[in-house]
């Protein structure tokens, strides 16, 4: 009787131990571009390329317009002003579908036309775009999360009348399949609409990346 209680005690723990390490690599972020020394210039073709630190088009590149200082990108600059070496040395347009670029110390998605500037903050980095309301006459900030591991893009902020209100629904999902700890704190929490970020910097900083 004592052999066997011994037997199931040492089960018991032999499971929490493999459950933890279980835990444990599936909070292991290994993505590139988040541990790299050096951010490596080009253009990326798709969102691998950049989750790896590897663009595929390793060229000079710069706007179009000639006031701005060469190989510098911009925020919220077109994505039609791109314009890359040609055959005969000239700058010419870059007309390829791709889905950012780098420019040696910042990456910049291709969003709805325009290059974003991505702060590389852990897992769930971030963006901010502008969006088109009332009837596209003016347009108001938009805060997005990138998972760096799948690609998916989180819309955090809405627009509803006038006013910008935080999604509340899209921050809570993200914080009960990544931390149930920190998903029942950011519930119980009554300035929860003002500490979103705070919440997802805090879950970036818990993951381990490698």
């Not at 073709?45 to 911009?74: A, G, H, M, W």
Request: proline fraction near 2%; charge should be positive; charged fraction near 25%.
């Amino acid at each position: 009787m004592k052999r066997a209680l011994i037997f199931l005690i040492l089960i018991f723990f032999c499971g929490r131990i493999n459950c933890q390490n279980t835990d444990d690599r599936n909070r292991i972020v290994q993505e590139e571009i988040l541990t790299a020394d050096t951010l490596i210039k080009g253009i990326y073709t798709n969102f691998i390329e950049f989750q790896q630190n590897k663009p595929s088009v390793r060229t000079d590149f710069r706007s179009n317009e000639k006031n701005l200082p060469v190989n510098n990108i911009y925020k919220n600059m077109a994505v039609s002003r791109l314009m890359v070496p040609g055959p005969n040395g000239d700058f010419t347009p870059f007309s390829s579908t791709h889905w950012g670029l780098c420019d040696g110390e910042h990456v910049f998605i291709n969003f709805k036309g325009k290059y974003q500037q991505i702060s590389l903050d852990g897992k769930y980095s971030s963006f901010t775009a502008s969006i088109r309301a009332g009837y596209g006459i003016s347009s108001i900030k938009t805060d997005y999360l990138i998972n760096i591991e799948n690609g998916r893009i989180i819309k955090i902020n809405k627009v509803a009348g006038y006013k910008n209100k935080v999604r509340l629904k899209s921050v809570k999902k993200i914080l009960h399949e990544e931390d149930l700890s920190l998903y029942g704190e950011f519930k119980q929490d009554d300035n929860k609409k003002m500490m979103a970020f705070t919440y997802i910097k805090r879950l970036n900083e818990s993951l381990k990346y490698k």
